[in-house]
């Protein structure tokens, strides 16, 4: 799929997460936005991989055009 990633929105998402293992959506198809539910599978992305220490409130990255994934680095000005 060349139209990949997708936009999912222009905006940040802020989200509250347990400490652990975390997958975001790094391809924009997912129903469970920020988060990977599994909707890559053939498009020749996946999800990227983060870990937290321990809980606490993120901003993660909608417009899948960050440098810095999973983290909102205000890309989705440019777009």
Known sequence: MSDLPKVHDTKPCAIELAAGDHFWCACGLSSHQPLCDGSHKGSGMGPQKFTLEEG???????????????????SHSGL
Request: with cysteine.
């Open 56 to 74: 606490k409130k993120v901003w993660l990255c909608n417009c899948k055009h960050t440098k810095n994934p999973p983290y909102c680095d205000g």
